[in-house]
């Protein structure tokens, strides 16, 4: 027979034991909507050259140039750009880092930008992707924070809703999941960017994961002529291989391609 004393300890260690399954779990499902999240901070040019920046030697005479923050902006999205379009791990990494700092610089500098604090949140959320779940674990409620920022600061920052959206989609109901809400978010997502096709896939999963195949579809045929349009060579093998599979897969059934 235990006594009151062990019968306590065993509850403390289930609770705990339950908290760490569960932490582990929202980290896990973070990193998979950050995974499955394409597009965070990426120039519309949707290539690694660096951002144009008012006030160059091409501006005209007596142009006043950008704010030191706008700088900051505008280097924390090339850095993700250079992130976005490297395969080796190591450099993504770096190129994070440096985004991070840069957008970090920005925040101190233009508090109140939307865009600032959601460079933060991409280029944390990125590292987090690249360090694993313990990471993750530690950074849910920092990523959490950054977000809800941006959307205080800019409610219609198409961005950060589908962010949001696609964390709504992938986190199951327990955690604070909930579908209905994510896709209304998606929805508005991309009504706010006519040009985004990494919106678009992840709209179109969220439709497939609730069985709504016919608007799953749809969306991702318009995702694949919308890259074809832009002729982006990356977004349109994202596109094509996104479509592929989900004319494979079951119905409800999480995706691999989406984001990669």
Not at 203 to 222: I, P, S, T, W
Request: with cysteine.
């Amino acid at each position: 027979m235990l006594l009151p004393s062990e019968k306590v300890s065993q509850h403390h260690f289930r609770s705990d034991r339950g908290r760490r399954v569960r932490n582990g779990l929202a980290a896990a499902f973070v990193l998979v909507a950050l995974v499955g999240w394409a597009g965070i901070g990426r120039a519309a040019s949707h290539s690694a050259a660096k951002a144009d920046v008012p006030g160059d030697a091409t501006s005209p005479p007596g142009f006043m140039g950008p704010t030191e923050g706008e700088r900051q902006i505008a280097e924390a999205k090339h850095e993700i750009d250079v992130g976005e379009l490297t395969t080796d791990d190591g450099e993504r990494r770096a190129a994070y880092a440096r985004a991070l700092d840069h957008a970090n610089r920005a925040v101190a500098l233009v508090p109140d930008s939307a865009e600032a604090h959601f460079l933060v949140f991409g280029s944390e959320g990125r590292l987090a992707q690249l360090d694993g779940l313990a990471t993750a674990a530690l950074k849910l409620v920092s990523l959490n924070k950054q977000l809800d920022e941006v959307l205080r600061l800019d409610p219609d920052h198409a961005n950060a809703l589908a962010a949001r959206g696609g964390m709504l989609m992938k986190l199951p109901r327990l955690l604070g999941g909930d579908p209905e809400q994510g896709i209304r978010l998606l929805e508005r997502a991309v009504s706010l960017d006519e040009d985004g096709v990494g919106k678009r896939l992840e709209l179109a999963e969220a439709y497939h994961l609730v069985k709504r195949e016919d608007d799953a579809r749809r969306v991702a045929g318009e995702a694949l002529a919308m890259a074809q349009r832009r002729g982006d060579p990356r977004q349109i093998d994202n596109a094509r291989r996104f479509n592929a599979e989900l004319a494979e897969a079951c119905a409800g059934c999480a995706l691999a391609s989406i984001g990669r």
